[in-house]
C-alpha cells in the first residue's frame, strides 16, 4: 500500500513507555489514519484492549507496508492465563472482527486484530485463518492470502473449497490465471482431496472472462467429469 501526496500529517504525542514520550507523526492512507515514529515504525491509529499502540509495519519514506512478519508491539504486553472456555470466547470476539474488517475491506485493522489474537497468546481458529485469507483477497493482495494459508497449514488446519474458493478468487481477479490452475490442482491433490464445487467453477470462469483465456476455460470444462460437479447457467452464461 502507498501513500499519496494529499496524505494530511499532524503531530500527537503518546506515552510509549512509563517514563518516556514517543512524538508521532500522523498521515491518511487509503482513507484510514495512521501514526509514524522517528524510527520509522508504522502503527494504527487505534489503540488495542490494552489502550497500547500496534505497530503495522516500517516506513520508507514511499509507503508503509503492513505485514505479518514486520509488526512489532511497541511495548512488552501483559498476557492474560486463559481459561479453556474464555479463550475460545475471546478468539470467536476477535475472529467476529476480522470478519467485519475483511467485508469492510479494511486489511489493516483486520491485521491489527490477528495480531492482537497472537500477542495474547491465544491459538488462531479454522475461522480466524478464513477470515483473514479473505480480508487479504478482498484487499487486492494475493501475496498476503498466500502467506496466511501458509500460516493456516502450518498451523494443521484443513482448509475446505470454501478457503480454496477464496484464494482462488484473488489469483482470478488479479488474472494468473497459471496460478489459479495450479491452486485447483493442489485442491485435488490434497489430502485428503478438496472437491472443487459450482462456485469454484464460477469463479474460475469469470477470472478466464477477465483475462479473456478461452483455453484455461476449456480446460476446467473438461475437468468436470473429474471434480464431479455439473456447469450450472452462470458457468454457460
Given at each position: 500500500?502507498?501513500?499519496?501526496?494529499?496524505?494530511?500529517?499532524?503531530?500527537?504525542?503518546?506515552?510509549?513507555?512509563?517514563?518516556?514520550?514517543?512524538?508521532?507523526?500522523?498521515?491518511?492512507?487509503?482513507?484510514?489514519?495512521?501514526?509514524?515514529?522517528?524510527?520509522?515504525?508504522?502503527?494504527?491509529?487505534?489503540?488495542?484492549?490494552?489502550?497500547?499502540?500496534?505497530?503495522?509495519?516500517?516506513?520508507?519514506?514511499?509507503?508503509?507496508?503492513?505485514?505479518?512478519?514486520?509488526?512489532?508491539?511497541?511495548?512488552?504486553?501483559?498476557?492474560?492465563?486463559?481459561?479453556?472456555?474464555?479463550?475460545?470466547?475471546?478468539?470467536?470476539?476477535?475472529?467476529?472482527?476480522?470478519?467485519?474488517?475483511?467485508?469492510?475491506?479494511?486489511?489493516?485493522?483486520?491485521?491489527?486484530?490477528?495480531?492482537?489474537?497472537?500477542?495474547?497468546?491465544?491459538?488462531?481458529?479454522?475461522?480466524?485463518?478464513s477470515n483473514m485469507i479473505n480480508a487479504y483477497v478482498n484487499s487486492g493482495d494475493v501475496a498476503g492470502s498466500q502467506c496466511m494459508f501458509r500460516m493456516m497449514l502450518d498451523a494443521g488446519c484443513k482448509p475446505n473449497v470454501v478457503v480454496y474458493t477464496t484464494l482462488l478468487k484473488g489469483l482470478c481477479a488479479a488474472g494468473e490465471l497459471p496460478a489459479a490452475i495450479t491452486q485447483l490442482q493442489a485442491m485435488a491433490a490434497a489430502v485428503p482431496p478438496v472437491n472443487a464445487d459450482v462456485r469454484t467453477l464460477n469463479t474460475f470462469l469469470r477470472g478466464c472472462v477477465r483475462t479473456g483465456d478461452l483455453c484455461a476455460a476449456r480446460w476446467a470444462f473438461q475437468m468436470l467429469p473429474r471434480w464431479g460437479i455439473r456447469a450450472d447457467h452462470t458457468a454457460h452464461a
Open positions: 500500500c502507498r501513500c499519496d501526496d494529499s496524505m494530511v500529517k499532524r503531530k500527537a504525542d503518546v506515552t510509549a513507555t512509563e517514563d518516556a514520550e514517543v512524538e508521532l507523526t500522523g498521515f491518511v492512507q487509503d482513507g484510514e489514519l495512521l501514526l509514524r515514529d522517528p524510527s520509522g515504525i508504522v502503527y494504527s491509529s487505534e489503540r488495542d484492549h490494552l489502550d497500547q499502540l500496534v505497530a503495522l509495519g516500517t516506513w520508507d519514506s514511499v509507503a508503509a507496508v503492513a505485514r505479518l512478519e514486520r509488526t512489532v508491539p511497541l511495548r512488552p504486553q501483559s498476557v492474560q492465563k486463559w481459561e479453556p472456555a474464555a479463550a475460545k470466547a475471546r478468539v470467536e470476539e476477535l475472529t467476529r472482527e476480522i470478519a467485519g474488517y475483511a467485508r469492510m475491506k479494511q486489511l489493516q485493522r483486520s491485521v491489527v486484530t490477528f495480531e492482537q489474537l497472537l500477542a495474547e497468546e491465544l491459538q488462531p481458529s479454522y475461522y480466524t485463518y
